[in-house]
């Protein structure tokens, strides 16, 4: 049984950074694509980046595109997200997911409890 922990949320003004942290246990985290998700209130599920199982390939939702970056440390179990320039539309809980696949991602069971991110104009 995969588990999910996401850390690294919090309040940031807007143009800040932050990065968020998914660390796994359970199961094989090196054969396990690692994606982000974020829902805002009132709105749906939104992909925000993926990483392969290898870490070679990314995927990244057109709003995050050149300001997000998703990276992975196998030997750490732990998946990342760099979220720079970020704005008040970034305000969201943040979801971390493993799956077989980035494109299986949204379907997956393994998801954490979600952390906050909120930025402030």
């Known amino acids: 049984q995969v588990q999910l922990v996401e850390s690294g949320g919090g309040l940031v003004q807007a143009g800040g950074s932050l990065r968020l942290s998914c660390a796994a246990s359970g199961g094989t985290f090196s054969n396990r694509a690692m994606g982000w998700f974020r829902q805002a209130p009132g709105k749906e599920r939104e992909f925000v980046a993926g990483?392969?199982?290898?870490?070679?390939?990314?995927v990244y939702g057109n709003s995050v595109k050149g300001r997000f970056s998703i990276s992975r440390d196998n030997a750490k179990n732990t998946a990342y997200l760099q979220m720079n320039n970020l704005n008040p539309e970034d305000t969201a809980v943040y979801y971390c997911a493993a799956g077989w696949s980035i494109a299986t991602l949204s379907g997956s069971r393994y998801w954490g409890q979600g952390t906050q991110v909120t930025v402030s104009s």
């Open positions: 990483i392969a199982a290898s870490g070679s390939s990314t």
